[in-house]
């Protein structure tokens, strides 16, 4: 299982905006050193609290300070932008980042977004389909295309500088509640990216189900879906008991939750009662995991079951606590979390468990040895004399 970040990134109003983006890219770094695999940054455009408008020249500059991470845009909304600018862009980055860069797109989370450009929503899934056909296709493709849609043209159109990675970096498609997005990955073959764990009555089946989506679509367009690029969104908090990681998250948990999406974005409430209280219900309906590095193993193990199986976590990049304790928190899951999905300790686990299990036969043989090399020197004292 990969382990990363979605990176919208989330701050609250008040803060200095530039030293918020510092921070992000701060702890691209720290995560580079920890060892996580890649992370995702958002695109977007209004709302006051995700800064990031153009994901593409943030992960440039985050390539220039981390090593390995992989960096993919989470995602480009694809209706705001004209493909061929879009494929260019993204190749650019291939290149810049040796391979690095992976290409998420998605229709657009924020309607405000689309209003500003004169977007009507309910057209922005199916553009996002469309146009996600005609970058791979200048991915994919040197002959020249002609294309004409409702909202872009394509005369004679092609790449100059061909993709760094080969065929084409790696692609996903958002999929949160409507089943588009899940069309769309099945319909060309791409990964995906969910962002919501599903709520309600069929909360234990859903996941399964939007799976199934996309392995239908992809048997109809002679695809097949992998799971092991199916990423899945969390939020994560963790310290070295579940007291401690409930008390430094509450406060900013429930105001990220009040403040952003119920009175930012329209969500509905999670609770009546004060915004202290969010995190309990949260926790309690298993849509956050606080607690332990013990919880996150057997929150991820719940949702493998529900799932079916996928191959990557992705923590939502939140500061519902301080900076040492969320980079503290980042740790935790490196160092206890990543490895029991990682099989990085079966061999020093069997190792332990036949080196003890041979115990008192190998102090036998020390002692044996021991005593052995004792006769060897009074031997070689009685000689000498």
Same mark, same amino acid.
């Given at each position: 299982?990969?382990?990363?970040?979605?990176?919208? +990134?989330?701050?609250?109003?008040?803060?200095? +905006?530039?030293?918020?983006?510092?921070?992000?890219?701060?702890?691209?770094?720290?995560?580079?050193?920890?060892?996580?695999?890649?992370?995702? $940054?958002?695109?977007?455009?209004? %709302? %006051?609290?995700?800064?990031?408008?153009?994901?593409? *020249?943030?992960?440039? #500059?985050?390539?220039?300070?981390?090593?390995?991470?992989?960096?993919?845009? =989470?995602?480009?909304?694809?209706?705001?932008?004209?493909?061929?600018?879009?494929?260019?862009?993204?190749?650019?980055?291939?290149?810049?980042?040796?391979?690095?860069?992976?290409?998420?797109? =998605?229709?657009?989370?924020?309607?405000?977004?689309?209003?500003?450009?004169?977007?009507?929503?309910?057209?922005?899934?199916?553009?996002?389909?469309?146009?996600?056909?005609?970058?791979?296709?200048?991915?994919?493709?040197?002959?020249?295309?002609?294309?004409?849609?409702?909202?872009? *043209?394509?005369?004679?159109?092609?790449?100059?500088?061909?993709?760094?990675?080969? +065929?084409?970096?790696? @692609?996903?498609?958002? #999929? *949160?509640?409507?089943?588009?997005?899940?069309?769309?990955?099945?319909?060309?073959?791409?990964?995906?990216?969910?962002?919501?764990?599903?709520?309600?009555?069929?909360?234990?089946?859903?996941?399964?189900?939007?799976?199934?989506?996309?392995?239908?679509?992809?048997?109809?367009?002679?695809?097949?879906?992998? &799971?092991?690029?199916?990423?899945?969104? @969390?939020?994560?908090?963790?310290?070295?008991?579940?007291?401690?990681?409930?008390?430094?998250?509450?406060?900013?948990?429930?105001?990220?939750?009040?403040?952003?999406?119920?009175?930012?974005? %329209?969500?509905?409430?999670?609770?009546?009662?004060?915004?202290?209280?969010? $995190?309990?219900?949260?926790?309690?309906?298993?849509?956050?995991?606080? =607690?332990?590095?013990?919880?996150? $193993?057997?929150?991820?193990?719940?949702?493998?079951?529900?799932?079916?199986?996928?191959?990557?976590?992705?923590?939502?990049?939140?500061?519902?606590?301080? &900076?040492?304790? @969320?980079?503290?928190?980042?740790?935790?899951?490196?160092?206890?979390?990543?490895?029991?999905?990682?099989?990085?300790?079966?061999?020093?686990?069997?190792?332990?468990?036949?080196?003890?299990?041979?115990?008192?036969?190998?102090?036998?043989?020390?002692?044996?040895?021991?005593? &052995?090399?004792?006769?060897?020197?009074?031997?070689?004292?009685?000689?000498?004399?």
């Amino acid at each position: 299982m990969r382990f990363g970040i979605f990176l919208a +990134p989330f701050h609250e109003l008040g803060e200095n +905006p530039t030293l918020c983006l510092e921070r992000d890219l701060e702890l691209l770094q720290h995560l580079d050193r920890l060892g996580y695999d890649e992370a995702w $940054i958002g695109e977007h455009h209004s %709302g %006051g609290w995700e800064t990031i408008a153009s994901p593409e *020249v943030f992960i440039a #500059a985050a390539a220039e300070r981390t090593r390995h991470i992989r960096l993919g845009t =989470g995602v480009v909304s694809l209706p705001y932008h004209h493909p061929l600018m879009v494929a260019g862009r993204m190749v650019l980055l291939d290149h810049l980042t040796r391979g690095r860069a992976m290409f998420g797109v =998605g229709p657009g989370a924020l309607t405000a977004d689309a209003l500003m450009m004169g977007i009507d929503p309910s057209t922005q899934r199916p553009r996002m389909e469309e146009a996600l056909g005609i970058v791979l296709r200048l991915f994919r493709e040197t002959d020249p295309i002609t294309y004409e849609s409702d909202w872009f *043209v394509l005369r004679q159109a092609r790449l100059q500088l061909r993709p760094f990675t080969r +065929p084409h970096m790696p @692609v996903a498609v958002a #999929a *949160v509640q409507s089943p588009a997005g899940m069309v769309a990955a099945g319909k060309h073959g791409a990964g995906v990216l969910t962002f919501a764990l599903p709520r309600g009555d069929n909360a234990e089946t859903a996941l399964r189900d939007f799976w199934g989506i996309a392995e239908d679509t992809a048997r109809q367009h002679g695809n097949t879906m992998q &799971r092991s690029e199916w990423r899945i969104v @969390v939020h994560v908090h963790l310290a070295e008991s579940r007291e401690q990681a409930m008390a430094e998250a509450r406060e900013r948990a429930g105001r990220y939750q009040h403040d952003y999406f119920e009175r930012t974005v %329209g969500h509905p409430a999670v609770l009546d009662g004060a915004p202290d209280g969010i $995190i309990d219900a949260m926790v309690e309906r298993r849509l956050w995991c606080v =607690g332990t590095p013990d919880d996150l $193993i057997a929150f991820i193990e719940m949702l493998q079951d529900r799932s079916g199986g996928f191959g990557g976590l992705m923590v939502q990049a939140t500061e519902w606590a301080t &900076r040492e304790q @969320v980079f503290h928190s980042y740790e935790l899951i490196a160092r206890y979390v990543m490895p029991r999905f990682q099989g990085s300790l079966a061999g020093l686990e069997a190792s332990n468990a036949s080196t003890r299990a041979a115990v008192e036969a190998t102090r036998a043989l020390q002692e044996q040895a021991i005593a &052995r090399a004792r006769r060897s020197y009074e031997v070689g004292r009685t000689d000498a004399t």
